[in-house]
């Protein structure tokens, strides 16, 4: 059974319940996206010492599985921080300034794309193309979707998630 963990919650590695999590999609057709998708939910990210459980239930090589795993950016290495946060860098919302805003964004939080902050609270990721083109720069701030964004209303953002 899956734990109902959120980026706000992290499991550790628990090989018992990772063995668990694959096992119930290894006679499903497409079983390794799933299982993928499982450990993700249950942990958090996708442990990599889950490579080898997954190798060898599918039977494919870790490399295989590493493959899988990094063509689809949905699916983390390490855990999140308890806000997510997504720039736009496609070419609308770079033409609106979505690159000065993510330079902003990184010297306001001390991380570049890509990092999660030292203590945990802020993971900051590029994207490209939200899909709001017409109302460029455009981010996700836990998953929710922001036009518009200026430097001021990221700030503005920012602080309410800081009370």
């Given at each position: ?45 996708i442990p ?32 999140q921080g ?67 964004m200026s ?13």
């Open positions: 059974m899956l734990n109902d963990k959120t980026h706000l919650e992290k499991a550790e590695w628990d090989e018992t319940e990772a063995r668990q999590v694959i096992e119930q999609f290894t006679g499903l057709k497409g079983g390794l996206m799933e299982a993928l998708h499982g450990l993700q939910h249950a942990f958090g990210f990599k010492p889950s490579y080898d459980l997954l190798a060898d239930v599918f039977n494919l090589s870790k490399a295989e599985i590493y493959g899988v795993k990094s063509f689809y950016h949905d699916f983390k290495s390490e855990p308890h806000h997510v946060i997504q720039i736009c860098q496609a070419e609308s919302c770079q033409a609106r300034g979505s690159r000065a805003l993510t330079r902003h964004v990184q010297e306001l939080l001390g991380i570049k794309l890509g990092q999660t902050t030292h203590d945990g609270h802020f993971t900051l990721e590029a994207v490209y193309c939200l899909g709001n083109c017409a109302v460029s720069p455009n981010i996700t701030f836990d998953g929710k979707l922001h036009g518009r430097e001021d209303n990221f700030d503005g953002l920012l602080k309410k998630v800081a009370l």
